[in-house]
């Protein structure tokens, strides 16, 4: 995939959570990626700029936009200018970057995706664009956040769920009780880790415990991906 550079203008910015927002940016029609593959964006103050990279939401057979996740840091110099960036703002993106993509050559039959937080992005656009094209394998997505105020894209994994028999979408919240599952991801994981391809994307901490849990449980490391944020 070539590397593209192109002042994107906003198309939508909207509150996913009370911490996350939903940022749409236009994208020339030439620009392609691979699901699970992030972009960086040019935040500017001033005679300031920070470079922040994000995972594409979308999948990759939408055209012309590119749909963010981002979680906003209080005060954070990035997320103070893109939470109130509003329709017709401009930013100058770059990319796509990342190897955190699906292995289409695969031959095991189970795929685990474990998100947490924003980090269920990269797993989001590798679902919509690879699920109906791999009927004979099954699907388990463990989506993790604190509380159910936290949840977001919840409704879209319902209904891929609903539309996908071989998809099994199971949230859990670690700090709350509710009618669904909670605790941690690694209590969730497959009591065997053989034959079956991980692919993990959160925070540093729960992309490392993740992957050491799923090693003592028999998954080989070149079956176990990740994609770690800062």
Same mark, same amino acid.
């Given at each position: ?27 020339? !029609?030439?620009?392609?990626?691979? %699901? ?5 964006i ?15 939401l ?19 110099? %990035? ?7 509003? !329709? ?5 993106? !770059? ?8 292995? @289409? ?15 269920? %992005? ?10 109906a ?12 956040? !604190? ?11 319902e ?22 599952v909670?605790?941690?991801?690694? @209590? ?23 992957? @050491? ?14 994609e770690?944020?800062?």
């Amino acid at each position: 995939m070539p590397i593209h550079t192109f002042q994107a203008t906003v198309l939508e910015n909207k509150k996913l959570t009370h911490d996350v927002i939903f940022l749409s940016l236009s994208a020339p !029609k030439e620009f392609s990626f691979k %699901a699970g593959q992030f972009v960086t964006i040019r935040v500017e103050k001033g005679e300031e700029f920070r470079l922040k990279s994000y995972s594409v939401l979308s999948p990759p057979s939408q055209k012309g936009k590119l749909d963010l996740c981002i979680k906003i840091v209080d005060g954070g110099f %990035a997320s103070e200018i893109l939470k109130k960036a509003k !329709k017709g703002d401009s930013f100058q993106v !770059k990319g796509p970057f990342g190897h955190f993509v699906f292995e @289409e050559d695969d031959k095991n039959k189970e795929i685990w995706m474990i998100g947490g937080g924003t980090g269920v %992005a990269p797993l989001y656009s590798i679902l919509k664009k690879h699920l109906a094209n791999f009927k004979n394998k099954r699907f388990v997505l463990i989506f993790s956040v !604190k509380e159910k105020k936290d949840l977001f894209l919840h409704e879209e994994f319902e209904e891929l769920a609903r539309k996908h028999k071989h998809f099994t979408y199971l949230p859990t919240l670690t700090r709350e009780k509710w009618n669904g599952v909670t605790g941690r991801v690694q @209590e969730h994981l497959p009591a065997d880790g053989e034959n079956k391809t991980f692919y993990i994307c959160g925070l540093k901490e729960l992309v490392l415990e993740t992957k @050491e849990a799923l090693l003592k449980k028999g998954a080989a490391l070149k079956n176990v991906r990740s994609e770690r944020y800062s």
